[in-house]
């Protein structure tokens, strides 16, 4: 499967890791005046503070997931999606919702990676250069990216008692644990995708719920910030664990 799939992996990982930025751009085009009262209602910032913070967004959030697709300044737009994720945490209030706030660090673990594969392909032109330190910074980034992925998994913990809960609560922790120390990581990213999606288009189908419900924003906004993540998950099964991990420590032993 990964030989099959390994030239096109990359690219679904990365359009899959930007669309919650795609959606939420396009919903802050849509929904400009909704959004702009919102922020003056909450931070009594006035109309043009307000504005700009939307403007802001927009702007951000479509000029960061059209430089990743092209592939033209990558870590600058990662830098600037990192920063729209900062932004919103704050002026959202998602800093004190504990759910949301281990999503969006888990958004952030999928930048870290897409981070390090633009690293990794920079320095490919040096391909007879030694680069033991130049390649430190990405190897902490790969590992920093995984750990922050797991986050969204204990997200979907359930504390009930029943049978299926039970299952999915052991497997579940069996294989974030495996992607967060780097061992069997493809085979337990890419089974964490599998599942992942499978939960996201059952749990997450906004597309049933009418456009006039609040119910459907809510959906699709938990739709696409997990299709992020898998995007992200993606990326480890494309690019491997790096050298922080059980899998590379292996090869040594």
């Known amino acids: 499967f990964l030989r099959v799939t390994k030239q096109y992996l990359p690219h679904v990982a ?17 929904q400009w005046g909704e959004q702009r009262d919102y922020i003056d209602t909450t931070w009594s910032c006035g109309y043009l503070l307000a504005s700009s913070f939307v403007f802001l967004n927009l702007l951000g959030q479509l000029t960061g997931c059209v430089l990743v697709l092209s592939r033209n300044f990558v870590q ?11 932004l919103q945490t704050i002026a959202y209030s998602i800093l004190w919702d504990l759910k949301f706030l281990m999503r969006n ?12 594969e633009s690293r990794s392909e920079g320095k490919s032109m040096f391909a007879g250069v030694p680069t033991m330190r130049e390649s430190s910074p990405k190897q902490y980034m790969q590992l920093g990216g995984r750990v922050l992925l797991v986050l969204m998994f204990m997200t979907l913990l359930h504390l009930d008692a029943s049978f299926f809960s039970i299952v999915q609560n052991i497997v579940g922790t069996a294989l974030m644990i495996l992607v967060a120390v780097g061992f069997k990581t493809k085979l337990a990213a890419l089974t964490l995708v599998v599942w992942l999606f499978a939960i996201n288009v059952y749990f997450n189908a906004f597309w049933t719920i009418p456009v006039y419900k609040p119910m459907h924003d809510f959906l699709k906004y938990d739709f696409f910030q997990t299709m992020s993540v898998i995007g992200g998950l993606l ?5 491997g664990p790096g050298g922080v991990s059980m899998d590379e420590k292996k090869k040594e032993w």
């Open 235 to 239: 990326l480890v099964v494309a690019l």
């Open 76 to 86: 600058y737009a990662c830098f600037g999606l990192f920063g729209i994720i900062a």
């Open 105 to 116: 660090l888990a958004l952030g673990g999928g930048l870290l990676l897409l981070l390090a």
């Open 14 to 30: 990365r359009l899959c890791l930007i669309s919650t930025f795609l959606e939420d751009g396009i919903r802050m085009w849509f």
